[in-house]
């Protein structure tokens, strides 16, 4: 393996100025950019004054996402395009057809591309541009529901800011979780918290005919899945493996779910999983999970289970429900999750 690759994103083996290698001398196609506007000392002062190479964006935008269903989504966009003081290449729709606009931004030679929708668009988007190899760094939007991966990498600005200061931002590469071979980003729901979910998706606006009546139909569902603890799961940390049975579990990347109804961090600073199990018996359960997570908090409550490691697997007779980063999936009968370190290139503020 050959050092650039081995230390691609790691910065103490980098010139801060050139963004060499200090092994080899080699600069990755990033810092090549970013220090193209830098000239040396033997130069004009003509030549000397030009400014740097502007950042080459391309917008990737679901209208069928969160907030941009609800508010006039073209004026939306073009607020976006207005704010962006980079080079904006071209705006891709993925709500007609998803996999052709993924495949357009890839192949317009963007250095960064936006994603103008929620978590789940994110997690769709990185998806096919993986298995395409591409390695733009990601810029995710908060316009869509929950809009967790946004505020971890850019706190409570608003897309227009976002864009408007994308020159200022560096390059990051952050873990991401695998399940069978899926990516996501911030967390895997599995059981009734996955059925739920997807009750919660059949009420979005612009959602499908008879929305109602789906959504409790799911919901039933959901209930039936809460109170047959029909998962198994087995957790390993290190050497040891802990197993145990359980009804649904949320399972976040590092720390994405902190702070999330009192879920503390994990302890450790390296790459795991975190997992949040629920075992619940009947109603009074449910009941008694809603009022300990509004007063104590899910990690003081006995009808939950938190464990942190590199490896979930979980086993079901029936097919287990699943949802990724809110969007909705299916895991068949098994399921492995695992830790993908540094496998999301993102832009992010300096710290």
């Known amino acids: 393996m050959r050092c650039s ?6 910065a103490r083996h980098r010139n801060e100025i050139s963004g060499e290698c200090v092994c080899c001398g080699e600069r990755d196609a990033v810092s090549e950019r970013r220090t193209d506007g830098l000239k040396t000392d033997t130069e ?27 508010a006039d989504a073209e004026a939306a966009i073009q607020s976006l395009k207005d704010a962006c003081r980079s080079e904006l290449i071209d705006v891709f729709e993925v709500a007609d057809d998803f996999e052709a606009a993924c495949l357009a931004a890839h192949e317009c030679g963007a250095d960064a591309i936006a994603i103008a929708g929620g978590d789940g668009t994110a997690r769709s988007v990185m998806q096919m541009l993986a298995k395409r190899g591409c390695r733009a760094a990601l810029v995710p939007l908060p316009l ?11 706190g409570d600005r608003d897309a227009g800011t976002i864009m408007s200061e994308l020159e200022n931002y560096l390059v990051d590469d952050i873990d991401a979780g695998m399940i069978n071979g899926e990516y996501f980003i911030v ?23 008879h929305a109602f009546s789906t959504a ?14 029909r998962i198994r799961f087995k957790m390993r940390s290190g050497k040891s493996a802990t197993r145990f049975r359980a009804s649904g579990a949320f399972v976040a990347i590092n720390d994405s779910l902190s702070g999330f109804a009192g879920i503390e961090p994990p302890e ?14 009947g109603m009074w359960d449910f009941f008694g999970l809603g ?18 490691g590199e490896q979930v697997v979980m086993t079901s ?34 710290e």
């Open 268 to 281: 450790t600073a390296k790459p795991v999983l975190q997992c949040i199990a629920f075992r619940l018996r």
């Open 291 to 308: 009022v300990e997570a509004l007063a104590r908090g899910l990690g003081q409550s006995r009808r939950t289970r938190i464990l942190d």
């Open 216 to 229: 409790w139909r799911r919901a039933r569902v959901a209930f039936k899945h809460m109170l047959i603890p």
């Open 187 to 209: 967390a895997a729901a599995v059981g009734f918290p996955a059925v739920m979910g997807r009750a919660r998706e059949a009420m979005r606006p612009g959602g499908r005919d």
């Open 144 to 154: 869509g529901t929950a809009n967790i991966l946004p505020h971890r990498l850019y």
């Open 5 to 10: 690759e081995k230390f691609l994103s790691a």
């Open 44 to 70: 004009t002062d003509g030549t000397r004054n030009k400014s740097p190479k502007k950042l080459r964006v391309a917008l990737i935008v679901n209208s069928r996402s969160g907030s941009l269903v609800e």
């Open 317 to 350: 007779r029936r097919a287990l429900p699943v949802m990724l980063d809110g969007e909705p999936a299916f895991a068949h009968h098994h399921a492995r999750i695992r830790v993908v370190p540094k496998a999301v290139r993102v832009l992010r503020p300096p």
